[in-house]
């Protein structure tokens, strides 16, 4: 229990009384007698009353608290304990009228005292996850040196992700139009938990959440526009219970790689930006293809829905341009400029219409035409031909001349053939016989005298002459020289070799 004592002087301003003398010193001794009776009651009581504040903590991770101990009576000063757990984590010592701190690098003590009581308060310089789980306690000593416990203090700490969170992804932010893309953002996964958002140039955008491992993760899926260029994408990391959380990750502003947006401009006396100019004739007209794309050194092409010869307009080198003095043959001409990047192509058209073409009355021109001269061919033109003509003539006298050479060649392979088959009929054994249907003429022959020889025999020489084909007297020649003569005209001599210059052969033949 605990005995408090208040004591209000009244001190009165009534004029009248404020010259008395006597009566300020009734009241001076009066307080003087109060005070004297208070501290005797003070140092009477045996009793000590602790408190400490707050009864439930809550603390940000790796912020500052405070905790305060209250002790009465005020005299006289006893020591007093913070506990932190079982482990004295700050003391109070009224010998030294000091604090004594063994854990000064994480917590901290100082004791006041006022004109009510004595106040003991502990700091802890950070706070932890793992501070949660102790209870923190007051204690003071009385009189009879016993340990007053306060009531346990429950501390509650709101957790911080650690501080490379948010983390956005993909690093890379250029995007391609019409693709599908997936933006991630990543937490960690702490108590309270916090909350992650994707804002799309300050706008709310809807995603999806989820957990894997310690971290939370919420992805926003989306199609890439055109319209998506130059766009920033932010993560916000926030906590209902944490009003300080510092935390986003940004992608952008994105580069989109976009297909290209085709105008044309048709400049003449005016100037046209919709998909028909009207020139006058013999205006001199510019007609400019402009692309809006992503890509650098894009493909510029031209095309007409009429046939223009290359002499009717002029091509700039990038082929952006097309330059044309407006004739009756660009009337109502489609012109489409088609422009090409990685991505693919995009187009615009325009069609020109020339005016004032009726209108037109031309003065007769007499045209001095030049005088005409005969085409010069060149002389290597010349020398080609010839060229190519004797080439020709030499192959086609080549082809005779083999012709003719395998013709003369096969015609004696057939006589020899022919020989050789005369030759294997009228092969003689004894004398010399003339196939009868070789001869053209009936055969004039002469008969020799008979003459007797040594053994007592006569001979008749009978000379017969024909008259055959060339090829019979080569065949017989051949006979000829094959057939073995009689002993007794061994010695004469053979016939010549050789085809006879006269149809009337002598073969040579015996007849006995």
Known sequence: MSIQYRFVLLRSNNK??????????????????????????????????????????????????????????????????????????????????????????????????????????????????????????????????????????????????????????PRDQTFNENSRKSLTCRSEVIEPPVTLQWYKNSKLLNATTSFTGNEVKVKYDFEVKYEDATAEFMCVQSSSTITKLNGNC????????????????????????????????????????????AHAYPNYKWKFSKWLSPEDYILSPDNRYVTFTAKEKHDNVMATCTVTNKLGSGSANITIYVTD??????????????????????????????????????????????????????????????????????????????????????????????????DGTSSTKRSIGIQVLPQVNLELQDIHQQQTLPARYRGRPLPKPGRPSSPIVDCGCSFV
């Open 16 to 169: 009248k009384h404020s010259g008395s003398r006597g009566l300020r010193f009734w009241n001076d001794s009066v307080i003087r007698r109060l005070l004297f009776v208070y501290i005797i009651l003070q140092h009477t009581v045996d009793g000590t009353d602790i408190r400490n504040s707050p009864l439930l903590i809550v603390a940000t991770e790796g912020e500052p608290f405070q905790l305060d101990c209250t002790v009465r009576p005020l005299f006289p000063k006893v020591p007093i304990f913070w506990f932190r757990g079982n482990q004295i984590i700050a003391k109070y010592n009224p010998t030294i009228d000091g604090v004594e701190e063994p854990f000064k690098s994480k917590f901290t003590g100082v004791f006041e005292s006022t004109t009510s009581a004595n106040i003991f308060m502990l700091t802890i310089r950070y706070v932890e996850v793992s501070d949660a789980s102790y209870t923190y306690k007051c204690a003071a000593k009385n009189s009879n040196n016993e340990l007053i416990w306060s009531e346990g203090s429950e501390l509650k700490v709101n957790e911080i992700p650690d501080s490379k969170y948010p983390l956005c992804e």
């Open 250 to 293: 940004t992608i952008g502003p994105i580069f989109v790689n976009y297909l290209p947006r085709v105008t044309i401009e048709c400049r003449s006396t005016k100037t046209y930006k919709n998909r028909s100019a009207i020139v006058k004739y013999n205006d001199v007209t510019v007609l400019i293809c402009i692309a809006k794309t």
């Open 357 to 454: 073409i009726k209108n037109l009355t031309p003065s007769p021109t007499i045209i001095n035409f030049p005088p005409q001269k005969s085409p010069e061919v060149p002389p290597s033109l010349i020398v080609a031909i010839i060229g190519i003509c004797t080439l020709f003539i030499v192959i086609i006298m080549s082809g005779v001349l083999c012709c003719l050479k395998f013709y003369m060649h096969r015609q004696f392979i057939n006589a020899h053939i022919r020989r050789q088959e005369i030759y294997q009929r009228h092969k003689p054994s004894i004398g010399c016989t003339i196939a009868q249907p070789e001869i053209y003429f009936e055969p004039k022959d002469s008969i020799s005298q008979s003459t007797n020889t040594s």
